[in-house]
C-alpha cells in the first residue's frame, strides 16, 4: 500500500518536474510566434523581399539579414565543417597520442568559451588588416564557434561504431583511411549529422560573436568581403532602437529565425535514418 | 607445405602474458581446430595469424609467426590479411551496405575486378560458395542488416572468400547462431577445408569433433596437446585434454 504511494508520488514528481523543464521552451515559441507571425502577415512577402524600413515608415523587409543569414552559414560551414570533422576523426582514432589529449582539451575549452570573444578575436587578426567588416571575418567567428560541436560529435559518434566492425573492415586487409572513412564514418553518419546539424543551429542564432565582425548591412547586399546582416544581429540592433515599427520588425525577424530552425531541422533529424547495429 | 607455423610464439597484453611460447605447424587443406576454455588466449592467438592484434596497441608479440614459410611481419599487413581472411564471433556484416556491396566492397578497394561484370561475378562466386546465392540472389540490394544471423555469418564467410585468401581463420563462428544456421555454417567448413585451410576456435570439443582434421588444445596459454583429430579425442596424452574432452573442465 505505502510502496503503491511512493510509486505514484515519484511518478507524479517526475511528470511534473519535466512539465516545468519544458514550460520556458514552449513559452519561448509561443510568444515568438504571437508576437511576430502578425507582424510577417501585415508585410506580406514583402517583409521577406525588401530591405528596412525607414522609422517610423512601415514595416520593410528583412531580407538582407536572411540572405546574410544563409550566407554566413555556407560559408562557416565550408570553413568549419572540413577542420571539425578531421579533428573529431584525429581524436577518435588515436586517442592515446599526446596531440590528441591536448586537440581535445582544447574543444572542451571551446565549448564553453565566450562567443564574444571569438569576435574581438576575429576582428584583431581579419577585420583590422582588412580595414572592413565583412561576411568571411563574420563566418570565420562562427566557423570557431561551430568547430568543437561537430568535431566532439563526431567524436563521439565514430568510438560509438561497434569494435566489430573496425575489426571485420580491416581483417578484409582495408587501410585506415578506408576503414575510417568508408565504414566507420557511414555507420556513424547519424552521430555525425546531427554534430553537424546541432553546429549549424548553434551559428544561424550566434549574435556575440557578429558584433565586431559583420558589421551589418541594412538596405544592401554585398559580397564575401563586405559587411553582412544577420537575423540575429538585426534583432538584436533593431529592440535598441527608440521606434515602434522597429520593434515589430524584431519580432516578426524572431518568427523568421524560429521558423527557418523548425524547417529546417526538423525534417533533416529525421530524414537521418539511424543505421541498425 | 604448412599453412602456418609459429615457432617460440609469445603474446602478452601488457604485463600479462596470455600465449606462452608455442609451436604450431597448420597444414595446408585441411580444418585446424583450436580448443580450450575460456581465457585460455585461443582468441588472440587467431589474431596474431592475420596480424590484427595490432589493432591493440598494449598487444605485444613475439616468436616467429609464418605464412606459407613466409615470416608474416616481411609483408605487408594488408597484404596478409587479404590472403588470411577472417569470420568473427559477432556476424559484422557492414551494416550500411547492401549484400552486394559487402561482398563487393574489399574486392573493389583491392581493385582485383577488372570490371564491373568481372565483379559481379566474383560476388556471385564467393556468395555461392559460401552457400547463400540461393538465398539472396533476389535481395542483393537489400541491406545486410536485412538477413537472419546465420544468413549474416555466411554472407561474411562470402565477403572473406571473394578476395581469394588461402586461410580462413573462424572465430567461434558459431557462437551467436542458433542450432540450424550454426550446422549450416558447420557443413560449409566441410566444403571450404577441400580449397582452403580454416582454423576454427571453438570451445566447444564436440563441434571440433563434427568439423576438425587436426586439434590443438590450449590451457591458460600453453599448448597441452595437438595432433589428429581421432588421436587425441581417443588418445589424449594429457589428462587436461581428457579432462576438457569429457566435459569435467571448461
Redesign the interface.
Known amino acids: 500500500m505505502f510502496r503503491k504511494l511512493k510509486e505514484t508520488l515519484f511518478i507524479a514528481y517526475v511528470c511534473i518536474f519535466s512539465i516545468i523543464a519544458l514550460l520556458p521552451l514552449v513559452h519561448i515559441v509561443f510568444t515568438v510566434f504571437a508576437n511576430g507571425i502578425p507582424v510577417i502577415f501585415r508585410g506580406g512577402t514583402e517583409f521577406l523581399t525588401q530591405s528596412l524600413a525607414s522609422p517610423g515608415k512601415g514595416l520593410g523587409g528583412i531580407f538582407p539579414a536572411i540572405f546574410g543569414t544563409f550566407l554566413l552559414v555556407f560559408l562557416s560551414s565550408l570553413i568549419g565543417i572540413p577542420i571539425a570533422i578531421l579533428a573529431g576523426t584525429f581524436i577518435a582514432e588515436y586517442p592515446?597520442s599526446a596531440l590528441s589529449k591536448s586537440v581535445r582539451a582544447l574543444l572542451t575549452i571551446m565549448l564553453e568559451f565566450p562567443t564574444i570573444l571569438v569576435g574581438l578575436f576575429v576582428m584583431a587578426i581579419l577585420v583590422i588588416p582588412m580595414g572592413s567588416f565583412s561576411a568571411i571575418a563574420a563566418s570565420l567567428a562562427l566557423a570557431i564557434v561551430m568547430l568543437p560541436y561537430v568535431a566532439t560529435y563526431t567524436e563521439q559518434a565514430l568510438r560509438n561504431v561497434?569494435q566489430?566492425?573496425?575489426?571485420?573492415?580491416?581483417?578484409?586487409?582495408?587501410?585506415k583511411a578506408?576503414v575510417v572513412f568508408?565504414?566507420s564514418m557511414?555507420?556513424a553518419?547519424k552521430g555525425v549529422v546531427t554534430g553537424l546539424l546541432i553546429g549549424v543551429a548553434k551559428v544561424s542564432g550566434e549574435t556575440a560573436p557578429l558584433i565586431f565582425t559583420a558589421g551589418n548591412a541594412w538596405r544592401s547586399v554585398g559580397g564575401v568581403f563586405e559587411p553582412v546582416g544577420a537575423i540575429p544581429l538585426w534583432i538584436y540592433y533593431l529592440v535598441q532602437q527608440p521606434y515602434a515599427n522597429y520593434h515589430e520588425i524584431a519580432w516578426g525577424s524572431a518568427a523568421v529565425l524560429l521558423t527557418l530552425f523548425l524547417v529546417i531541422f526538423i525534417p533533416l533529424r529525421v530524414l537521418t535514418r539511424e543505421?541498425?547495429? | 607445405m604448412n599453412a602456418i607455423e609459429t615457432r617460440n610464439l609469445r603474446i602478452s597484453y601488457g604485463e600479462n602474458e596470455v600465449i606462452r611460447g608455442i609451436d604450431l605447424d597448420i597444414p595446408e587443406k585441411i580444418c585446424f581446430a583450436i580448443m580450450g576454455p575460456s581465457g585460455c588466449g585461443k582468441s588472440t592467438l587467431l589474431r596474431a595469424f592475420?596480424r590484427?592484434l595490432e589493432?591493440n596497441?598494449t598487444a605485444k608479440v613475439s616468436g616467429e609467426i609464418r605464412f606459407f614459410e613466409k615470416n608474416i611481419y616481411e609483408m605487408s599487413?594488408?597484404?596478409?590479411?587479404?590472403q588470411i581472411?577472417?569470420v568473427?564471433?559477432?556476424p559484422?556484416?557492414?551494416?550500411?551496405m547492401s549484400v552486394f556491396e559487402n561482398v563487393a566492397?574489399?574486392v573493389k578497394?583491392?581493385r582485383m575486378a577488372k570490371s564491373k561484370k568481372d565483379l559481379s561475378e566474383i560476388v556471385e562466386w564467393a556468395l555461392k560458395k559460401s552457400a547463400l546465392w540461393d538465398e539472396v540472389k533476389d535481395k542483393l540490394k537489400e541491406?545486410a542488416?536485412n538477413l537472419s544471423g546465420g544468413q549474416m555469418q555466411r554472407l561474411?564467410i562470402a565477403?572473406?572468400l571473394a578476395?581469394k585468401p588461402k586461410v580462413l581463420l573462424m572465430d567461434e563462428p558459431t557462437a551467436n547462431l542458433d542450432p540450424i544456421s550454426a550446422g549450416k555454417i558447420e557443413e560449409l567448413i566441410h566444403e571450404l577445408k577441400k580449397e582452403y585451410t580454416v582454423v576454427i576456435v571453438t570451445h566447444s570439443p564436440s563441434q571440433a569433433s563434427r568439423v576438425a582434421d587436426y586439434i590443438a588444445f590450449l590451457y591458460l596459454g600453453n599448448l597441452i596437446e595437438v595432433g589428429k583429430l581421432e588421436e587425441v579425442f581417443e588418445n589424449p596424452k594429457n589428462e587436461l585434454t581428457e579432462k576438457f574432452l569429457t566435459g569435467r573442465m571448461g
Open positions: 592515446t561497434p566489430h566492425y573496425k575489426e571485420g573492415a580491416y581483417a578484409l586487409g582495408l587501410r578506408r568508408s565504414v557511414r555507420i553518419r543505421v541498425r547495429v | 592475420n590484427l589493432l596497441p599487413e594488408h597484404e596478409l590479411r587479404r581472411g577472417m568473427f564471433q559477432m559484422n556484416p557492414f551494416p550500411h566492397y574489399a578497394c583491392n541491406k542488416s561474411c565477403r572473406a578476395l
